[in-house]
């Protein structure tokens, strides 16, 4: 990687520095969107106690469901855990640290902390369990929560398109959470299905820009299918 050019050339470099105990930030939806290569390495890396903030922890044996087998996340952000059932067996065993988040929430503190904004309060969660420990206000007749800004150590993002210069395009509802996953990263990593040069993308198409994207890799993805009903 030189100058502009984002690109490197294996898995081994886009992860290089990703050490234990680290906050990792993965984009995704389900299994939709998710950066599968990218979490593939982080389990083969063999990376530990790490703080992993995602919409959802995939499912048994695909996405962020690998790095459960081998034990490697500590505690999980998450605002859905409904599809994974060594998910709930290391969380009712006390294994793994959850934290549940509203999902417009989790969205919120990944955008604010890639704007550099380090809290802001909602009314969502009020009244709940989620508001448990957190600073109140009342404004007007209601009353707001203090969410305190989510930033990681490493982000991991798919997107589809990209140029070398790190511009990113994605492909439909496979957007979900990756552009506000790419704002909050210390070091932000994506992988691509294509890459093409400065230039061959129109720039009111690009929704992620360059200057968040640290590395970025074009690879081969299986895009599994979460969940499949067909008629009899």
Known sequence: MAGFDKRVSSYQDALAGLEDGMTLLAGGF??????????????RRGTRDLTVVSNNCGVDGFGLGLLLEDRQIRKMLASYVGENALFEKQLLAGDLEVELTPQGNLAERMRAGGAGIPAFYTATGYGTPVAEGKEIRQFGDRHYV??????????????????????????????????????AGKITVVEVEEIVEPGMLDPDQIQTPGIYVDRLIQGSFEKRIEKRTVRA
């Open 30 to 43: 389900g299994l939709c969107g998710i950066p599968e290569n990218l979490i593939a390495e982080v389990k």
């Open 146 to 183: 203090l969410e305190e800004a989510i930033l990681g150590d490493f982000a991991i993002v798919k997107g589809w398109k990209a140029d070398t210069y790190g511009n990113v395009i994605y492909r439909k509802t496979a957007r979900n959470f990756n552009p506000l996953v790419a704002m």
